[in-house]
Protein backbone atom coordinates (compact mmCIF):
# COMPACT_ATOMS: atom_id res chain seq x y z
CA UNK A 1 0.00 0.00 0.00
CA UNK A 2 2.85 2.38 0.57
CA UNK A 3 4.02 1.94 -2.71
CA UNK A 4 1.06 2.59 -4.36
CA UNK A 5 0.73 6.23 -1.88
CA UNK A 6 4.46 7.00 -3.18
CA UNK A 7 3.00 6.66 -7.23
CA UNK A 8 -0.40 8.45 -6.60
CA UNK A 9 2.07 11.05 -5.21
CA UNK A 10 4.51 11.44 -8.14
CA UNK A 11 3.42 13.93 -10.48
CA UNK A 12 4.35 13.42 -14.10
CA UNK A 13 6.10 16.41 -15.89
CA UNK A 14 4.13 16.08 -18.67
CA UNK A 15 0.96 18.41 -19.09
CA UNK A 16 -1.67 17.67 -21.36
CA UNK A 17 -3.10 21.63 -22.79
CA UNK A 18 -7.11 21.32 -22.65
CA UNK A 19 -8.40 21.84 -26.03
CA UNK A 20 -9.80 25.12 -26.69
CA UNK A 21 -13.18 25.83 -28.00
CA UNK A 22 -12.78 27.43 -31.44
CA UNK A 23 -14.29 30.50 -30.00
CA UNK A 24 -11.33 31.31 -27.97
CA UNK A 25 -8.43 29.97 -30.10
CA UNK A 26 -9.93 32.50 -33.17
CA UNK A 27 -10.31 35.30 -30.70
CA UNK A 28 -6.98 35.13 -29.64
CA UNK A 29 -5.90 34.34 -33.36
CA UNK A 30 -7.49 38.09 -33.42
CA UNK A 31 -5.71 39.34 -30.53
CA UNK A 32 -2.38 38.12 -31.85
CA UNK A 33 -2.96 40.38 -35.02
CA UNK A 34 -4.12 43.26 -32.68
CA UNK A 35 -0.78 43.16 -30.10
CA UNK A 36 1.38 43.03 -33.61
CA UNK A 37 -0.08 46.15 -34.75
CA UNK A 38 0.58 48.03 -31.21
CA UNK A 39 3.95 46.03 -31.32
CA UNK A 40 4.86 48.10 -34.49
CA UNK A 41 4.22 51.32 -32.82
CA UNK A 42 6.29 50.16 -29.81
CA UNK A 43 3.39 49.35 -27.17
CA UNK A 44 4.05 46.87 -24.79
CA UNK A 45 1.12 43.99 -24.40
CA UNK A 46 0.36 40.72 -23.11
CA UNK A 47 -2.56 38.18 -23.74
CA UNK A 48 -3.87 36.24 -21.27
CA UNK A 49 -6.81 34.23 -22.37
CA UNK A 50 -8.82 35.46 -24.49
CA UNK A 51 -8.05 39.24 -23.40
CA UNK A 52 -5.25 41.71 -24.64
CA UNK A 53 -3.56 43.68 -21.84
CA UNK A 54 -1.58 46.76 -22.35
CA UNK A 55 1.59 46.14 -19.90
CA UNK A 56 1.86 49.82 -18.84
CA UNK A 57 -1.35 50.47 -17.43
CA UNK A 58 -2.92 47.12 -17.30
CA UNK A 59 -6.21 47.45 -18.42
CA UNK A 60 -7.51 45.74 -20.89
CA UNK A 61 -7.91 46.35 -25.16
CA UNK A 62 -11.72 46.49 -25.99
CA UNK A 63 -12.95 46.45 -29.93
CA UNK A 64 -13.89 49.87 -30.46
CA UNK A 65 -16.36 48.83 -33.03
CA UNK A 66 -18.06 46.96 -29.80
CA UNK A 67 -20.20 44.09 -29.74
CA UNK A 68 -22.20 42.66 -32.64
CA UNK A 69 -25.39 45.17 -33.08
CA UNK A 70 -28.56 44.12 -31.18
CA UNK A 71 -31.78 43.02 -32.85
CA UNK A 72 -33.42 46.27 -31.45
CA UNK A 73 -30.14 48.40 -32.42
CA UNK A 74 -30.88 47.51 -36.52
CA UNK A 75 -35.13 47.95 -36.04
CA UNK A 76 -34.59 52.03 -33.97
CA UNK A 77 -31.34 53.09 -34.98
CA UNK A 78 -31.92 55.83 -37.28
CA UNK A 79 -31.14 55.64 -40.56
CA UNK A 80 -27.30 56.20 -42.03
CA UNK A 81 -28.07 56.24 -45.83
CA UNK A 82 -25.29 55.00 -47.07
CA UNK A 83 -24.51 53.33 -50.47
CA UNK A 84 -23.98 49.65 -50.49
CA UNK A 85 -23.16 48.06 -52.95
CA UNK A 86 -23.58 44.20 -53.41
CA UNK A 87 -21.36 41.71 -54.74
CA UNK A 88 -21.69 38.64 -56.49
CA UNK A 89 -23.85 35.58 -54.84
CA UNK A 90 -23.21 32.29 -54.98
CA UNK A 91 -24.82 28.79 -54.30
CA UNK A 92 -22.87 25.14 -53.21
CA UNK A 93 -24.85 22.42 -52.50
CA UNK A 94 -27.63 24.16 -50.60
CA UNK A 95 -25.30 27.14 -49.06
CA UNK A 96 -25.79 30.41 -50.29
CA UNK A 97 -23.66 33.44 -50.08
CA UNK A 98 -24.29 37.11 -50.21
CA UNK A 99 -22.05 40.06 -50.36
CA UNK A 100 -21.84 43.66 -49.38
CA UNK A 101 -20.23 46.15 -49.00
CA UNK A 102 -19.69 50.02 -47.80
CA UNK A 103 -17.31 52.72 -47.53
CA UNK A 104 -16.61 53.92 -43.79
CA UNK A 105 -13.74 55.61 -42.34
CA UNK A 106 -14.16 55.99 -38.58
CA UNK A 107 -15.39 52.55 -36.27
CA UNK A 108 -18.28 54.79 -35.86
CA UNK A 109 -19.00 54.66 -39.41
CA UNK A 110 -18.31 50.76 -38.94
CA UNK A 111 -20.94 49.90 -36.43
CA UNK A 112 -23.23 51.87 -38.77
CA UNK A 113 -22.68 50.41 -41.93
CA UNK A 114 -22.96 46.85 -40.65
CA UNK A 115 -26.72 48.23 -39.05
CA UNK A 116 -27.70 49.56 -42.28
CA UNK A 117 -26.47 46.12 -44.24
CA UNK A 118 -28.36 44.08 -41.48
CA UNK A 119 -31.42 45.93 -42.48
CA UNK A 120 -31.08 44.86 -46.61
CA UNK A 121 -34.20 42.11 -47.06
CA UNK A 122 -33.35 38.51 -46.11
CA UNK A 123 -29.57 39.03 -44.21
CA UNK A 124 -30.89 39.15 -41.03
CA UNK A 125 -31.78 35.79 -41.67
CA UNK A 126 -28.32 34.58 -42.66
CA UNK A 127 -27.02 31.93 -40.46
CA UNK A 128 -23.79 33.55 -40.52
CA UNK A 129 -22.95 37.17 -41.16
CA UNK A 130 -19.34 37.61 -41.47
CA UNK A 131 -17.83 40.70 -42.19
CA UNK A 132 -14.00 42.15 -42.11
CA UNK A 133 -13.19 46.15 -42.27
CA UNK A 134 -9.87 48.27 -43.01
CA UNK A 135 -9.69 52.08 -42.79
CA UNK A 136 -7.18 54.96 -43.10
CA UNK A 137 -7.39 57.63 -40.31
CA UNK A 138 -5.89 61.03 -40.76
CA UNK A 139 -2.61 60.15 -39.30
CA UNK A 140 -2.39 57.20 -41.73
CA UNK A 141 -2.60 54.45 -39.14
CA UNK A 142 -4.60 51.62 -40.47
CA UNK A 143 -7.23 50.38 -38.41
CA UNK A 144 -9.00 46.98 -39.42
CA UNK A 145 -11.00 43.94 -37.79
CA UNK A 146 -13.28 40.92 -38.35
CA UNK A 147 -15.86 38.93 -37.10
CA UNK A 148 -16.69 35.79 -37.71
CA UNK A 149 -20.27 35.56 -36.26
CA UNK A 150 -19.83 31.52 -35.44
CA UNK A 151 -18.21 30.75 -38.57
CA UNK A 152 -14.98 30.32 -37.40
CA UNK A 153 -11.87 31.19 -39.22
CA UNK A 154 -14.04 32.61 -41.93
CA UNK A 155 -13.67 36.73 -40.75
CA UNK A 156 -9.67 36.38 -40.23
CA UNK A 157 -9.28 34.89 -44.36
CA UNK A 158 -11.68 37.53 -45.39
CA UNK A 159 -9.43 40.07 -43.61
CA UNK A 160 -6.41 38.80 -45.55
CA UNK A 161 -7.69 39.03 -48.79
CA UNK A 162 -8.87 42.58 -48.26
CA UNK A 163 -5.09 43.04 -46.71
CA UNK A 164 -3.89 41.12 -49.46
CA UNK A 165 -5.80 43.32 -52.50
CA UNK A 166 -5.19 46.25 -50.53
CA UNK A 167 -8.75 47.09 -50.12
CA UNK A 168 -8.75 50.23 -47.77
CA UNK A 169 -11.55 52.32 -45.97
CA UNK A 170 -14.39 49.58 -46.74
CA UNK A 171 -16.64 47.10 -44.64
CA UNK A 172 -17.28 43.89 -46.44
CA UNK A 173 -20.57 41.68 -45.18
CA UNK A 174 -20.64 38.20 -46.34
CA UNK A 175 -23.86 36.34 -45.69
CA UNK A 176 -23.79 32.85 -45.37
CA UNK A 177 -27.31 30.75 -45.27
CA UNK A 178 -26.47 27.21 -44.78
CA UNK A 179 -27.74 24.12 -46.14
CA UNK A 180 -24.48 21.22 -45.49
CA UNK A 181 -21.43 20.89 -45.21
CA UNK A 182 -18.96 21.64 -47.76
CA UNK A 183 -15.73 22.02 -45.51
CA UNK A 184 -13.07 24.49 -46.66
CA UNK A 185 -14.69 25.51 -49.89
CA UNK A 186 -16.72 27.95 -47.28
CA UNK A 187 -14.01 30.35 -47.38
CA UNK A 188 -12.96 30.16 -50.68
CA UNK A 189 -16.58 30.96 -51.06
CA UNK A 190 -16.54 34.22 -48.64
CA UNK A 191 -13.34 35.39 -49.85
CA UNK A 192 -14.47 35.47 -53.73
CA UNK A 193 -17.74 37.25 -52.84
CA UNK A 194 -16.40 39.50 -50.10
CA UNK A 195 -14.01 40.48 -52.42
CA UNK A 196 -16.17 40.97 -55.31
CA UNK A 197 -18.28 43.65 -53.20
CA UNK A 198 -15.33 45.10 -52.48
CA UNK A 199 -14.43 45.81 -55.60
CA UNK A 200 -17.36 47.41 -56.46
CA UNK A 201 -16.84 50.54 -53.88
CA UNK A 202 -15.87 53.61 -56.11
CA UNK A 203 -11.84 53.92 -54.48
CA UNK A 204 -10.94 50.60 -52.71
CA UNK A 205 -8.80 48.65 -54.31
Known sequence: MS???????????????????DE??????????VQK???????????KGDK????????????????????????????????????KSMEDNGNKFVSHSTAVDSYKQVRRSIIEIMRIDGVPSATHNVYAYRF???????HEG???DGEHGAGRQLLRTLTDNEVKNALVVVSRWYGSKIGPRRFAHINE?????????????
Not at 3 to 21: E, F
Not at 37 to 47: C, G, L
Not at 193 to 205: E, F, I, N, W
Request: include cysteine; hydrophobic fraction near 30%.
Open 3 to 21: RVKILKNKRSPIRIAQQQP
Open 24 to 33: IREKRKQLFQ
Open 37 to 47: QYADRDIETKI
Open 52 to 87: LIFTQSNSIYRDKVGSRPTADEVITCDDVTKEVFSG
Open 136 to 142: VSSDGTI
Open 146 to 148: FDD
Open 193 to 205: TGLSAARKLPVSV
